[in-house]
């Protein structure tokens, strides 16, 4: 695949462009909401519960896999999710995870080995399904839907965090967000609506969801679509979170270019925060991420080598 330009910058001069059109008016939900509204646009009922459905319980290795299900937002389709914990009892550290969109172990899967491997060194797991690990989900969604799916899955992200932190064995103090392609941008969003974690991987993000919205077809009006989805600027977001962060990028990505990765990455406020760039692709399966990865949260939660 060839490498196209950075997104980011063609994004910049649209929304100049958008601003200078006589004809355009920001809706409620534009440019200009402050930082407090887009936040309150995101919060949710903390009083509901998560109506816990159990599917199955699998014991390996002393690792327990429970495969459950809970309510995200009332009323919506509940969450696939998998608690992956040691055996016995104890204060743990606590991870969620967060998949891609990809061709192959789109859904919470994906990082399933990495939670095994890091229960025995103390660290209790949450990998959530997000709306992307439907089948063809990115090539059938209605843009004009975009507003109200990302407001229903950020908050799913923030009440999958709930969930982590409220079992009895995880020390809230020792938490960390892990987020590949689209989770790490909408947990972005999660986090620094509602910071919680005490660190972040983000692997392989972009810098705005602009630069993925229209890759494969347009909204009825463009001028509309980018005033509503603005309130979900990532690099506003990032900028809240106070947590250590470890960014993982790839050379060989076709989807993030590294102007675009620098972005993101620059728009972070973290007072421990690093960046790394591998010789992969945007799978970012290699095993020198995966040891990054690990011992980065070894070291920042304290778990067991």
């Not at 399904?129 to 407001?151: C, T, V």
């Not at 009895?168 to 947990?187: K, L, P, Q, T």
Request: hydrophobic residues 40%.
């Amino acid at each position: 695949m060839r490498f196209r330009r950075p997104i980011g910058y063609i994004n910049l001069i649209q929304c100049f462009l958008l601003l200078l059109t006589p004809n355009f008016t920001l809706t409620a939900q534009s440019f200009e909401m402050t930082m407090e509204n887009r936040i309150a646009l995101l919060d949710y009922d903390r009083s509901i519960g998560f109506g816990i459905e159990e599917v199955e319980v699998r014991d390996t290795a002393n690792v327990i896999i429970r495969d459950i299900r809970f309510v995200g937002m009332p009323g919506e389709e509940m969450v696939e999710a998998y608690i992956v914990e040691p055996e016995g009892e104890g204060t743990y550290a606590g991870v969620l995870w967060g998949h891609w969109l990809g061709h192959h172990t789109s859904d919470r899967e994906q990082y399933l080995s990495e939670a095994v491997a890091l229960a025995s060194k103390g660290a209790v797991s949450v990998l959530i399904n997000a709306m992307w690990s439907e089948p063809k989900w990115y090539q059938s969604r209605i843009l004009e839907e975009d507003y109200q799916n990302s407001i229903k899955q950020v908050i799913e992200f923030q009440r999958a965090m709930d969930l982590l932190i409220s079992l009895e064995n995880i020390d809230s103090s020792r938490v960390a967000f892990v987020g590949h392609d689209y989770s790490g941008m909408y947990g972005t969003i999660a986090e620094g609506a509602n910071p919680r974690a005490k660190t972040y991987v983000f692997i392989a993000v972009t810098s705005s969801l602009f630069d993925w919205a229209f890759l494969v077809k347009q909204p009825s009006s463009k001028y509309d679509y980018i005033g509503q989805n603005a309130v979900f600027e990532l690099t506003d977001f990032g900028g809240r979170l106070a947590g250590s962060v470890l960014c993982q990028f790839a050379n060989n990505d076709p989807f993030i270019s590294k102007t675009d990765g620098n972005v993101f990455f620059n728009a972070l406020s973290s007072k421990r925060k690093e960046k790394k760039r591998y010789n992969a692709d945007h799978f970012m399966g290699t095993a020198d991420i995966r040891l990054d990865r690990t011992n980065w949260l070894i070291e920042e939660l304290s778990l067991k080598r």
